[in-house]
């Protein structure tokens, strides 16, 4: 298993431009999420789907698209990159079964966003 | 006041010291997490529980619900160690929480010199 993979690994985008990041899971999780880092704050929530045609907003969803067509996939688009979108951003993924964060967690690899 | 809070936020330890990094939550929660933040970056899970204690290697995590309090402790750490350990919890809605959405500590970052 692949796990969870995310691409791209870096990206330099200038403010206004718009992106798709992706995210793959081959678990069969129904839960996903994705999340922003940024220095000196605790990871915080975007977007996340508890199953393919579901999805719902974290605490900091604005300026961001999700949708989930399949099991696999949950893309996260960035509609008119702006420079506070300068961040790391991890997507997520569980078992789900319910409650998506009551069992482990698997991360993706990252991704490295610099907007100019 | 931030709903998930961890100490130390930064700790060095010589190799071999026994090291005890703590967190402590205001929401009523029905599971917490513990993970682990390479120096690349990755994120691993190291530990999701919802009471008593749980042990992997040299790692052990424990939570004391009432207190709303968990510590991860690490035996005869050592320099790969070196990570920065991050708290999460998984909120209950029938204590108030919110169900479905992990709540992060800011971490902390491990250093330990050989």
């Known amino acids: 298993n692949a796990g969870v993979t995310q691409t791209p690994k870096f990206q330099v985008l200038k403010t206004g431009q718009s992106m798709t990041l992706q995210c793959a899971q081959d678990?069969?999780?129904?839960?996903m999420s994705w999340y922003r880092q940024d220095p000196g704050m605790g990871l915080r929530l975007i977007h996340y789907?508890?199953?393919?045609?579901?999805?719902d907003q974290g605490e900091v969803p604005n300026g961001y698209n999700v949708s989930r067509s399949t099991t696999e996939d949950f893309p996260l688009r960035l509609l008119s990159a702006a420079p506070s979108q300068t961040s790391v951003y991890f997507c997520?993924?569980?078992?789900?079964?319910?409650?998506?964060?009551?069992?482990?967690?698997?991360f993706g690899p990252g991704t490295r966003l610099t907007v100019t | 006041k931030n709903e998930v809070e961890q100490s130390p936020q930064n700790l060095t330890a010589q190799e071999g010291e026994f090291i005890t990094i703590n967190c402590s939550y205001s929401?009523?929660?029905?599971?917490l997490h513990w993970l682990q933040q390479h120096p690349g970056g990755g994120i691993v899970s190291l530990f999701m529980l919802s009471s008593g204690k749980k042990k992997h290697g040299r790692l052990i995590a424990t939570i004391n619900i009432q207190e709303k309090h968990s510590s991860l402790h690490i035996t005869a750490s050592h320099p790969r160690d070196s990570a920065v350990y991050i708290c999460a919890v998984s909120g209950d809605m029938n204590y108030g929480g919110s169900q479905g959405n992990l709540i992060f500590g800011k971490g902390t970052k491990l250093s330990v010199k050989p």
């Open positions: 678990m069969n999780h129904e839960y």
């Open positions: 997520a993924s569980s078992y789900g079964g319910g409650v998506g964060t009551n069992y482990e967690q698997y």
């Open positions: 789907s508890v199953g393919a045609g579901i999805t």
């Open positions: 929401v009523g929660i029905s599971a």
